[in-house]
């Protein structure tokens, strides 16, 4: 059997970060346009649920970021000129130009861009949502400014959410257009050690 593509932690906090994502992303628009369809059935309930959805992201980003530079796997998410000299080819196979796949490392081009700035994005998300959500105490004396009033945070607030509408969809389809074999073994929570029932170390 081959070797684990992804550690345990990994696929943990992998996990809690998708849910934790969906749940923001729902919360969030029930909150903009207060709407059953986002599942939501009050507005106190979609505010309850976005607060610790948050917390629960930011945990997971410190969690995986601590994990990243304990085990030095930072170093395989770290991009090259020689990859941004590669989008273009990952590209053509994205989009059907190319049948064949491009060969790469454990993760292409499009995904350490991706997985690049997603940190930097959520930090920022971060603190637009604290100060949309507590503005009395953590707006700063530069949003008195006209261009930077709180109407421009939250409308920066809901475009940055359309960029993780956005990324997380794009994530999904490169996902399934490797196949399902990523997917499957992102799913597995087996132990190390062990490959399947009655087997022997």
């Known amino acids: 059997m081959t070797a684990e593509r992804h550690p345990l932690w990994a696929k943990v906090l992998h996990w809690l970060h998708l849910v934790a994502m969906l749940i923001l992303i729902f919360s969030g628009f029930f909150i903009t346009y207060a709407h059953r369809a986002f599942l939501f059935p009050t ?5 309850q649920w976005h607060f610790y959805a948050m917390w629960i992201l930011l945990w997971t980003l410190v969690a995986r970021l601590y994990f ?4 030095g796997t930072w170093r395989e998410f770290h991009l ?3 990859d941004l000299r590669d989008l273009p080819k990952l590209g053509r196979y994205y989009l059907f130009l190319d049948r064949t796949p491009p060969r790469f490392g454990k993760y292409n ?3 350490k861009v991706l997985y690049s700035l997603w940190p ?3 930090a920022f998300q971060a603190l637009t949502g604290f100060i949309l959500y507590d503005p009395n105490r953590l707006q700063p004396l530069w949003l008195h400014w006209w261009l930077l009033n709180l109407n421009t945070v939250r409308a920066v607030h809901f475009l940055t959410a359309w960029f993780f509408v956005a990324t997380t969809a794009a994530h999904l389809y490169f996902v399934l257009i490797e196949g399902l074999d990523h997917l499957k073994q992102m799913a597995s929570f087996r132990l190390p050690g062990r490959t399947g029932p009655g087997s022997r170390p």
């Open 109 to 111: 081009p499009g995904q």
């Open 68 to 71: 990243l530079y304990a085990t």
């Open 80 to 82: 090259t000129r020689n």
């Open 43 to 47: 507005m106190r309930a979609a505010r």
């Open 120 to 122: 930097w994005t959520l």
